[in-house]
Nanobody, 129 residues
Framework: QVQLAESGGDSVQAGGFVRLSCVYS???????IGWFRQAPGKDREGVTA????????YYADSVKGRFTISQNQAKQTVYLDMNNLKSEDAGEYYC???????????????????????WGQGTQVTVSG
């Protein structure tokens, strides 16, 4: 029932900009949508997340001030705007969903990958010097 699909991955120069999109279905306002990334040989790490109802966002320290999560609820789409990209930002980016049954609306979304039970297929971001 729950489905997510990422798109927008690209190959860019350092300092460049990429917007990723995550189109979802079967998800209500009680879900957080998170963005994760995984570089070769490294663990999948949480980047940011947001409630489908709005609010509750967190950002990993490594991307704070450069990345922005937003959404268009009518389009059932969550975006990740990545500014001033660095080589360390390269990797496979995934969106994921978790049902936040025990959180008040606006409560901070979970950070850990093991909290999210629904995943997209991934989209590749490459950053060159």
């Amino acid at each position: 029932q729950v489905q997510l699909a990422e798109s927008g991955g690209d190959s860019v120069q350092a300092g460049g900009f990429v917007r990723l999109s995550c189109v979802y279905s079967g998800i209500s306002h009680r879900y957080c949508i998170g963005w994760f990334r995984q570089a070769p040989g490294k663990d999948r790490e949480g980047v940011t997340a947001i409630w489908t109802s709005g609010g509750g966002a967190y950002y990993a320290d490594s991307v704070k001030g450069r990345f922005t999560i937003s959404q268009n609820q009518a389009k059932q789409t969550v975006y990740l705007d990545m500014n001033n990209l660095k080589s360390e930002d390269a990797g496979e980016y995934y969106c994921a969903a978790v049902y936040t049954s025990n959180l008040p609306y606006g409560g901070t979304c979970p950070r850990g990958r093991n909290e999210y039970g629904y995943w997209g297929q991934g989209t590749q971001v490459t950053v060159s010097g």
